[in-house]
């Protein structure tokens, strides 16, 4: 698809692998590439699950340093690292990360992006920004105290330390820990179980990651509506009349 970031579409699962070796650095044009990819995979309902991969060697070791003197008169991080961000995280597939080697700074906010992580052993997380004096600009501020916890995200933000695979797990920063050539496979594995899930995992998905934040009473509201939109679908039909006849869990969806 584009110069940095390969985009396969196979079985209804999409593969984002970045390739901008030797570090997979967070580069312009990988931001931009990344941003294609969402555009290109939002509303496409057939696809159904989403893996982001570096490689078997490193998922992405950072913003591209020598690029940043060039990002204005305050040197902060560009608004489009945040937007394709963004849209990686806001996409209506199942997106799971899977982690070879280094995942720090804007690689570790990209990880975050993703529902899941499935984390090789020799994975290593970390947003080390501090050490430059700098801060995470990328979604890390707002995207790890989300899913680890406040406290300790502040801990490994203030001081930038490196975190492996077995902390990451223990911590809830991975999902799963693989030998790292199963990662990418693991990934894939767990992509092909969600792409046999029916339509309103997306739905799911929209009610959770857009109520999380909000009042109880809005939250619902959300998930009102999503759960509307859930049996509207093609999937809510054959579900329903496979569990009248047949019982639960039996049922071949669609995806629509």
């Known amino acids: 698809m584009g110069e940095f970031v390969e985009l396969e579409i196979s079985e209804r699962i999409a593969t984002l692998r970045l390739n901008r070796p030797p570090m997979n650095a967070i580069s312009a044009g990988v931001v931009q590439d990344l941003g ?13 699950a989403v893996v982001i991969w570096g490689g078997p060697k490193i998922f992405a070791a950072g913003a591209d340093i020598k690029e940043m003197p060039s990002r204005g008169k ?22 799971i990360s899977a982690v070879n080697g280094y995942a720090l700074g804007g690689g570790c906010e990209l990880a975050l992006c993703t529902d899941f992580r499935i984390a090789g052993d020799d ?47 223990e911590i809830g920063l991975a999902d799963e820990i693989c030998p790292a050539e199963e ?3 693991r990934a894939l594995e767990l992509a092909k179980t969600y792409a046999k899930g029916p339509a ?57």
């Open 36 to 48: 294609e990819a969402a555009e290109q995979l939002s509303g496409n309902e057939d696809v159904a």
């Open 74 to 95: 305050d040197g902060g991080p560009p608004k489009s690292i945040s937007q394709a961000f963004t849209a990686v995280a806001e996409l209506a597939q199942i997106t």
């Open 123 to 169: 994975a290593v997380f970390g947003q080390p920004e501090v050490l430059l004096g700098i801060i995470p600009g990328a979604g890390g501020t707002q995207r790890l105290p989300r899913i680890i916890g406040i406290t300790k995200a502040k801990e490994l933000m203030y001081t930038g330390r490196r975190v492996p695979a077995s902390e990451a797990l």
């Open 183 to 185: 990662a990418y496979p």
């Open 200 to 256: 309103s995992l997306r739905n799911i998905k929209r009610a959770t990651d857009q109520g999380f934040d909000l009042p109880m009473h809005e939250a619902l509201a959300i998930e009102a509506a999503e759960s509307n939109a859930s049996f509207k679908t093609q999937d809510a039909k054959i579900g329903i009349a496979s569990f009248i006849e047949n019982g639960p869990g039996k049922a071949n969806f669609t995806g629509r």
